[in-house]
């Protein structure tokens, strides 16, 4: 069995993978090397987030209705026996209650304390975090929890503010505890196994909940069309979406951090296409993509107030630069209702 080690940054946990179960009252594996990483940074989860000096900028939500991007706003809905749907701000983020524990996947960016809401919904003891991800609209929160659980790469980057959220704290001191494929968490009659498929980030994390038939993909399987990052290939998503087809008799749903709860086939539409594009099959020429940003912003009327729309993308607001890759070698190859945008001098290693 791997032995787990500290690595140099301070209050990172190395996990080991090994695990595959866990007796009748003894904890978990994730609550032991969250407990050890716990121990190693001394940490105390925070209570709360300084976000008063935002209380002039309104969240609009899907109805219509406003509120000050300082008010708490948390949201569920039931999606499985279990299993939370959480809206806040930022992307979707979930809760997992097993007979033992319960496990938070990704934390949005919304104003609150979501683990204080989301123990609301369980009785179930509620300690840690799983992220998708390393984008501040799925890690703003995580300091909230005992400890984050996430790839090697994620923990690079995570908890970084997006420039709507200018002159607020975050903290980024929690411990840290670094998963990869093969890990388990075990939840009681509840067991959640990890997979990295990066493509969307560097670290992009999916979660198969073998129990309720849902795999947690964060924004790395889009519904309708995904791009191919400047940083991979056709061929490394073509592995990554075969990686999860080898899965695929034990789910049935994505939980999705924009989409929501959609059907699994997207996994297998989306291996057709590459696999079609590494066939020779050549997409559709595409105009480049614009620079970052979405709706939200600067109103038309200077006395009227900030508004952004709640859970959309903001005016500015970017993880990292866009990619400017020259019309000429964009394509976008459709299948069926799904398209895979790529660059012609990246489809194979």
């Not at 198969?208 to 993909?217: H, M, N, T």
Request: glycine share 8%; charged share 20%; hydrophobic share 35%.
């Amino acid at each position: 069995m791997q032995t787990n080690a500290r690595s140099k940054m301070m209050g990172v946990w190395l996990a080991s993978a090994a695990f595959a179960g866990v007796a009748s009252g003894q904890v978990s594996p994730a609550q032991a090397d969250c407990a050890k990483a716990n121990a190693a940074a001394h940490y105390k989860p925070i209570t709360s987030i300084d976000f008063s000096s935002k209380h002039s900028i309104l969240i609009k939500a899907q109805d219509g209705t406003t509120a000050p991007m300082d008010e708490p706003y948390y949201r569920s809905v039931l999606i499985a026996p279990g299993t939370w749907r959480i809206e806040s701000d930022g992307d979707y983020s979930y809760l997992l209650e097993g007979d033992n524990e319960a496990l938070a996947i990704d934390t949005g960016y919304g104003a609150g304390n979501i683990r204080a809401y989301e123990q609301t919904l369980t009785k179930k003891p509620l300690r840690y975090v799983a992220n998708t991800h390393d984008h501040f609209d799925h890690t703003a929160n995580n300091a909230y929890f005992d400890c984050a659980y996430m790839s090697a790469e994620t923990a690079k980057r995570a908890t970084t503010p997006f420039q709507s959220f200018a002159g607020l704290t975050f903290p980024k001191n929690y411990p840290s505890v670094i998963i990869g494929d093969g890990y388990k968490f075990q939840l009681g009659n509840r067991e959640v196994d990890v997979y990295v498929i990066p493509n969307h980030t560097l670290g992009g994390t999916a979660y198969l909940d073998k129990r309720e038939r849902i795999l947690f993909s964060g924004d790395e399987i889009f519904q309708g069309n995904n791009t191919i990052s400047v940083n991979f290939s056709v061929a490394s998503y073509e592995r990554n979406m075969a990686k999860l087809e080898a899965h695929r008799s034990e789910y049935d749903k994505l939980a999705t951090g924009g989409f929501g709860v959609i059907d699994a086939n997207w996994v297998d539409k989306y291996l057709a296409v590459t696999q079609a594009i590494l066939a020779g099959k050549e997409g559709d020429p595409v105009p480049a993509r614009g620079g970052p940003g979405g709706p939200g912003g600067a109103p038309s009327d200077p006395s009227a107030p900030l508004t952004y729309r709640r859970r959309f993308p903001r005016s500015g607001d970017a993880a990292t630069p866009p990619a400017n890759t020259p019309p000429e070698f964009l394509r976008r190859l459709t299948i069926d209702g799904a398209s895979v945008t790529y660059d012609t001098r990246h489809i194979k290693e």
